[in-house]
């Protein structure tokens, strides 16, 4: 899972190494299947603890790398070497994405542009340069 | 004469030997201190054979190498593994330190592992610092001042005043000092032990605590203070290459000169 995310998933990924890396990380978990626990004990039980983080990060890594697959445009730590550009026109949106068994769907939902009270206006988000 | 010995149920008996299986001439014995609260058994040491050619340089490679490919229930705590946040504090070949720091290649032969000595044990590596942490919170750990919350500026801090904190904030409370202490073995108690001490001189050393004198009168106890005799070991043992030796003998130097 470590090795498929930075290798595939990193800051710099491109519609290849994102391909490649969705397919890679179904691997383990699929292989969540033969998990077992060997440490039976009530007390810091790190074995379990680990196990249970396991649980979470492949899910968590799985919907991190088709949701990135899925947008195409760079923004922030989101750097597609193909999509160079940011792309407020289609992208200007939270991800959503449901993990279910290997699949995993994503939608998304639009940023909202205004503020929850009177005191403070909108900052409307633009590009980041140096 | 008295006789000092363990008691019964505390006697380390010799545990299990894995031997190693991947058929490599480069093999280190590690010997583990193990013990797990739910079985009804006395601690044991156990050995494990590890192949030093696939394995990272440090003493915590060597442990996360037999907790993934040997034996998954060793415990120990483990964090950021490159020494800033003290939680793989453990007694490596017979020295605190912190695992994530200590390079294996140092230590020739067999390499021998245990807990923080003279903390309870609650499993395998893992002492229990419940005291240490009580102990920290009592010297009150955060800027004090007399405006308060009146102040909406920001304290600040000159250049040279900033300066007198080195040595002293890079501390992580990983506890190596404190349990390498002797005295803190006997009396850790009441005694405060280096680790808090040199936390209490950190702040009391600070420019913008304005609560000097009452921290001074609150360490300046026979017990918690003056059980410190400059064993020095504290300054062996920190990771960190602090020195709380010198800022305990800068609290008592403060009491005798105020």
Redesign the interface.
């Known amino acids: 899972m470590q090795k498929t995310m930075q290798s595939k998933c990193a800051v710099f990924r491109t519609e290849k190494t994102l391909k490649e890396g969705m397919k890679e990380i179904r691997k383990p978990f699929e292989g969540m299947e033969n998990i077992s ?3 039976k ?7 379990l603890v680990e196990t249970l983080e396991f649980d979470n990060l492949i899910r968590q890594a799985m919907t991190t790398i088709d949701s990135a697959y899925h947008r195409k445009e760079s923004r922030g730590a989101h750097a597609r070497e193909d999509f160079k550009k940011r792309d407020d026109k289609s992208y200007m949106t939270h991800t959503l994405a449901w993990q279910k068994g290997n699949e995993v769907k994503v939608a998304y939902r639009p940023v909202h542009a205004k503020t929850l009270t009177n005191d403070v206006q909108y900052f409307p988000p633009k590009e980041r340069v140096y | 004469m008295v006789q000092f010995s363990l008691p019964q149920n505390s006697k380390i008996l010799k545990g299990k030997y894995y031997k190693d299986k991947s058929g490599s001439n480069n093999l280190k014995k590690i010997n583990i201190y193990r013990w ?4 009804n058994e006395n601690p044991r040491i156990d050995t494990f054979e590890v192949n030093m050619n696939e394995c990272g340089p440090k003493v915590l490679d060597i442990l996360f190498k037999i ?1 993934n490919e040997i ?3 060793l ?2 705590r483990r964090s950021c593994a490159h020494g800033v946040c003290g939680s793989c504090a453990m007694n490596v070949d017979g020295v605190n330190t912190l695992s994530c720091t200590k390079s294996h290649s140092d230590i020739r032969g067999e390499l021998n592992i245990y807990p923080l000595p003279h903390l309870k044990v ?2 395998d590596l ?1 002492g229990d610092l419940n005291n240490l942490y009580k102990q920290y919170e009592s010297i009150e750990p955060w800027l004090k001042t007399k405006v308060g919350e009146k102040t909406t500026k920001e304290i600040k801090q000159s250049q040279e005043d900033r300066e007198k904190l080195d040595g002293y904030y890079e501390c992580i409370l990983c506890a190596c000092c404190s349990t390498a202490c002797p005295s803190y073995w006997w009396n850790g108690d009441k005694y405060l032990g280096p680790a808090v001490l040199l936390q209490a001189y950190r702040w009391i050393n600070d420019s913008r605590d304005e609560d000097k004198k009452e921290r001074l009168q609150k360490v300046a106890d026979e017990l918690k203070l003056y059980r410190c005799h400059t064993i020095m070991n504290c300054t062996n043992s920190c990771p960190k290459g602090l020195n709380p030796a010198k800022a305990i003998g800068s609290i008592k130097k403060m009491l005798a000169t105020s």
């Open positions: 626990v060997q440490d004990s009530l007390l810091f039980n790190t074995d | 797990d609260p739910s079985k907790k034996d998954p229930s415990t120990f609650v499993k893992v």
